[in-house]
Nanobody, 123 residues
């Protein structure tokens, strides 16, 4: 059974940075996509960013393009989300997602979810 464990959330000031990590265990395939999604207070789920297990393509939502960077360490089955220039609107619970196959922006297509990590951006 695939399990995802996130870490790295916390409190940051506007303009600050945080880095989230997500480590997957129980993966038996070499072809999978990992993404980050978030749920802000009172809002629905928003897909944020994704990366495939092979190649160099990275995908971002328009709301975070240019500020967030996703990367991976295949040997550790770990994906990272470097979040810079944080804004109060980035406050949310961030979830790590995994699906077999390519990156999809539809969060409903992901089979596995982490427990979520809180990110709060406030002065």
């Amino acid at each position: 059974q695939v399990q995802l464990v996130e870490s790295g959330g916390g409190l940051a000031q506007p303009g600050g940075s945080l880095r989230l990590s997500c480590t997957a265990s129980g993966i038996t395939s070499s072809n999978y996509a990992m993404s980050w999604a978030r749920r802000a207070p009172g809002k629905g789920l928003e897909w944020v960013s994704g990366i495939y297990s092979e190649g160099s393509d990275r995908y971002y939502a328009e709301s975070v393009e240019g500020r967030f960077t996703i990367s991976r360490d295949n040997a550790r089955h770990t994906v990272y989300l470097q979040m810079n220039e944080l804004k109060p609107d980035d406050t949310a619970v961030y979830y790590c997602l995994l699906r077999h196959g390519r990156v999809e922006a539809g969060v409903g297509s992901y089979d596995y979810w982490g427990q979520g990590t809180q990110v709060t951006v406030s002065s």
